[in-house]
């Protein structure tokens, strides 16, 4: 399977962002705050998408069509892109996207929880 992370930079020449083609493979969204469901609280929701920009955008639109994206829109919770995975195929992504979900550990997989926890662990040490 051959994906690859996107990283944040902006490409262009001279300020302006070029059109980029359709990317398809997996994303992880991290929202602002917790959501109770049935099993507890949640802040992360994992996807797949053959258009990854779009389908993002659907989501922060709250027309996804995902019962867990609409619950935090319909809330009023905002989210930030917790990370991305680029895939050749959508077959690539569905495979990608099942091994994620089923490591169930989507906090250990976000850049923004990482970093967070790296920021706490520094202050712990500052302040003894």
Same mark, same amino acid.
């Given at each position: 399977?051959?994906?690859?992370?996107?990283?944040?930079?902006? *490409?262009?020449?001279?300020?302006h962002?070029?059109?980029r %083609?359709?990317? =398809?493979?997996?994303?992880?969204l991290? /929202?602002?705050r917790?959501?109770?469901?049935g099993?507890?609280?949640t802040?992360?929701?994992?996807g797949?998408?053959?258009?990854l920009?779009k389908?993002?955008?659907?989501?922060?639109r709250?027309?996804?069509?995902?019962a867990l994206?609409?619950?935090f829109h *319909?809330n009023?919770?905002?989210?930030?892109?917790g990370? %991305?995975?680029? =895939?050749d195929?959508?077959?690539?992504? /569905?495979?990608?996207?099942?091994?994620?979900?089923?490591?169930k550990?989507?906090?250990?997989?976000?850049m923004?929880?990482?970093?967070n926890k790296?920021?706490?662990i520094?202050?712990?040490?500052?302040?003894?």
């Open positions: 399977m051959v994906f690859s992370e996107l990283s944040n930079r902006r *490409t262009g020449e001279q300020g962002t070029r059109m %083609k359709p990317q =398809t493979g997996c994303y992880l991290h /929202y602002t917790p959501l109770a469901s099993k507890g609280y802040k992360h929701y994992l797949m998408a053959r258009d920009n389908r993002i955008d659907k989501h922060r709250g027309t996804s069509g995902a994206p609409m619950a *319909t009023g919770i905002t989210f930030r892109i990370r %991305k995975w680029v =895939t195929t959508i077959k690539e992504a /569905y495979l990608l996207e099942r091994q994620l979900k089923a490591r550990n989507s906090p250990q997989l976000c923004i929880c990482r970093r790296r920021r706490r520094k202050r712990r040490k500052e302040n003894k």
